[in-house]
C-alpha cells in the first residue's frame, strides 16, 4: 500500500488515545538507530494563547509540547513540520490533537510523511 498527499508519501500515521494526561512516545523503527517522538499536553496559565513548542532533547529525539491547546476541540498544524531523514528521505509531520473537556485526557492523530512534495513526487 502506498498513501500520497500532494507529493509526500505517508509513511506512518495512526491515532492514540493517552491514558490520563501522560505523554506519547511514537518510535520509528530504524535499524541501527531509531527516532523518537514525545507527545505531551501541557497547562501553563501564565499564557493566554496556544502553541506549539518543539524541541531535540537528543540527536535522535523530538519533543514536541501541545501548550494549552483547546478542549473539546481537534487542534494541529497547518503547514508541514519538518522533522529531519529517514531512509535518505527528507521526514514530515501533520498532527491533531483533540483534549477532552475535563484535561483528564486527549488523544494524537498523526502522520509521518518523507519525500519532497509537489507535484510528480
Do not use: Q
Not at 28 to 48: G, I, M, T, W
Amino acid at each position: 500500500m502506498k498513501i500520497t498527499s500532494g507529493g509526500f508519501e505517508a509513511v506512518y500515521h495512526g491515532r492514540v488515545f493517552a491514558y490520563d494526561m501522560n505523554p506519547i512516545e511514537i518510535v520509528l523503527s530504524e535499524e541501527h538507530d531509531p527516532l523518537k517522538f514525545v507527545f505531551c499536553a501541557e497547562y501553563e496559565p501564565e499564557r493566554n494563547d496556544f502553541t506549539t513548542d518543539i524541541s531535540l532533547v537528543r540527536y535522535n529525539e523530538v519533543r514536541i509540547a501541545c501548550i494549552n491547546f483547546p478542549r473539546g476541540k481537534p487542534t494541529g498544524n497547518r503547514d508541514m513540520i519538518r522533522l529531519g531523514v529517514l531512509n535518505n528521505r527528507p521526514l514530515s509531520l501533520r498532527y491533531e490533537v483533540t483534549i477532552n473537556y475535563e484535561a483528564t485526557n486527549w488523544s494524537l492523530t498523526f502522520t509521518f510523511f518523507a519525500g519532497e512534495g509537489g507535484p510528480g513526487a
